[in-house]
């Protein structure tokens, strides 16, 4: 996995890790479109939380884009470190997620996170925090909009209208299937918007949420579920 920048000090305080994220946002790259959907690998990122045993569980599985079949899969888990702060909940999950990524073999391709990118007061959500630290290329796809505001897309597959701050547009609401709730797709790192909408649309052919989404999710519950059973047998 290629590594663009390795800081991964877990800061204890709010204004640390605000200074991390104005650190890190200066490493964004926005300007190169990322790679063709349907070509190459995806990987579907995704945690889960036992707040009670300070418990985070991480996964990423890897599908083939032109499939959306799994090549591979990778879980890790870990204490959590940091307080649950808006805005700052990608210090809670990075160090984890990116023990889920290093224990690939394969090369994830493009990542796909179950959250926002730009699409964050600070511009810096967990899919651009891991896209800098990392240097893949990366996406955020979330299932509601944050702070921001939207007019509702067109009810047919495909559609979208902008997600805008202001008059800043920081992502888009995309109709991932007739008549469904749209998802919240922003970018990460090294991906136009454009190509991350028209990535989100490959990767959910027949549900709302991407594939890469739906197997993250159900494997990094299963491995909280196996790590908080441990953790019971050990009492």
Do not use: W
């Amino acid at each position: 996995m290629p590594t663009a920048h390795t800081r991964t000090e877990r800061p204890t305080t709010e204004a640390e890790a605000r200074a991390i994220q104005d650190e890190l946002r200066a490493r964004v790259i926005l300007d190169e479109s990322g790679p063709p959907p349907g070509t190459g690998h995806v990987t579907g990122v995704d945690v889960a939380y036992d707040d009670e045993r300070d418990l985070v569980a991480a996964a990423a599985v890897v599908l083939d884009a032109a499939t959306l079949k799994v090549v591979e899969e990778a879980t890790a888990t870990g204490r959590i470190t940091f307080p649950y702060v808006p805005g700052l909940l990608a210090f809670r999950e990075i160090p984890t997620v990116l023990d889920a990524l290093k224990s690939l073999r394969a090369d994830p391709g493009l990542v796909v996170c179950d959250g926002y990118g730009r699409a964050h007061p600070r511009r810096f959500g967990l899919a651009t925090h891991l896209g800098v630290l990392t240097g893949l290329p990366t996406i955020g796809v979330a299932k509601n909009p944050f702070t921001f505001a939207y007019e509702e897309p067109g009810a047919s597959r495909g559609s979208t209208s902008p997600l805008l701050d202001g008059t800043e547009e920081v992502g888009r609401a995309v109709r991932t299937q007739d008549g469904v709730k749209p998802v919240f797709v922003s970018v990460g790192h090294r991906v136009t918007l454009d190509r991350a909408v028209a990535h989100t649309l490959r990767l959910a052919p027949r549900y709302r949420l991407p594939e890469t989404t739906r197997h993250a999710d159900a494997l990094c519950r299963s491995a909280l579920r196996t790590a908080t059973d441990r953790l019971r047998a050990c009492l």
